[in-house]
């Protein structure tokens, strides 16, 4: 729906507006903060980044909007050191929640599925940092180190992701592959940086994979399909295909991949009368034009 969308953003902006206020009360948060221990200005960036995916959610073939995220993205994350993540205990009982489900149902193979072999083929260094098919949980499933280990972050926005949707927006507004290239070759490395790649094994694969093609349309595809493996377990890379239509993705059953989630049971048992008519595929959700 427009209209959250467009409320959301407004409630970001009154958040940054009293951040950004310097007088600070007896109960400003210090330890007790769990993302940034109390750091205004990284609030404030967080802010800017969730507004940035608000506008770049809604830019397929809209240059305001590829510009209001460019805008946005200015403001917020500069380095991986400002990522917006939670990092979890070492005890079971604060564990991360991969962790968790792979300890107690763990009904996904992640070396043996089709962004894993696609990884293999393209011998893409972060593939073991995914999946580990020489370790296996009581499930057999092989979850990798850096998302599957007791204490892993959940990331809610990252520096990386931002560096995508910049080298997108560029092309949206008009920018040049040229401008676009260097924003993607950045995004790449900013993902492996993070994820502990060396920075030979980070150089080689940009050598080979971080050329983009000379037509804006073609750039777009490439640049998300490598978002897509970047954004490995993150909601946000059903966003991007939705967006750009890459990768290429073949459906697990009928002829076509979901484009929105159906309304849950409780909206039909408490509130039917109000609930629109949706399947899987129809109508799409308004900026997937």
Do not use: C
Request: proline share 6%; charged share 15%; net charge negative.
């Amino acid at each position: 729906d427009k209209g959250l969308y467009d409320t959301i953003a407004g409630l970001l902006t009154t958040a940054i507006a009293q951040l950004n206020n310097s007088t600070v009360g007896p109960d400003a948060p210090g330890g007790e903060d769990v993302l940034y221990g109390g750091t205004a200005s990284n609030w404030i960036k967080f802010a800017h980044a969730i507004r940035a995916r608000l506008y770049i959610h809604q830019s397929k073939g809209n240059a305001t909007m590829a510009t209001n995220a460019l805008a946005e993205i200015a403001l917020s994350f500069t380095a991986n050191g400002d990522n917006a993540q939670y990092i979890f205990g070492s005890t079971e009982t604060s564990a991360n929640p991969w962790y968790q489900f792979n300890e107690q149902r763990g009904d996904i193979v992640f070396d043996s599925s089709p962004l894993g072999a696609a990884m293999k083929a393209n011998s893409d260094p972060r593939f073991l940092l995914f999946t580990d098919p020489t370790f296996h949980d009581v499930n057999q499933v092989g979850m990798g180190p850096y998302y599957g280990n007791i204490s892993s972050p959940v990331e809610f926005i990252t520096y990386d992701e931002l560096l995508f949707m910049k080298a997108e927006a560029t092309l949206t507004s008009g920018g040049t592959v040229a401008a676009a290239q260097t924003l993607f070759q950045a995004a790449i490395a900013a993902n492996m940086s993070k994820l502990g790649v060396s920075t030979g094994n980070a150089n080689t694969y940009i050598a080979a994979n971080g050329v983009l093609p000379g037509t804006s349309a073609a750039a777009i595809a490439a640049i998300a399909a490598q978002e897509y493996i970047a954004l490995y377990l993150n909601p946000e890379a059903w966003s991007t295909w939705r967006r750009t239509n890459s990768p290429a993705l073949t459906p697990i059953v009928g002829t076509a991949v979901p484009r929105r989630f159906l309304y849950p049971q409780t909206e039909y048992s408490y509130n039917g009368k109000n609930v629109p008519a949706a399947t899987l595929f129809a109508p799409k959700v308004f900026w997937d034009n």
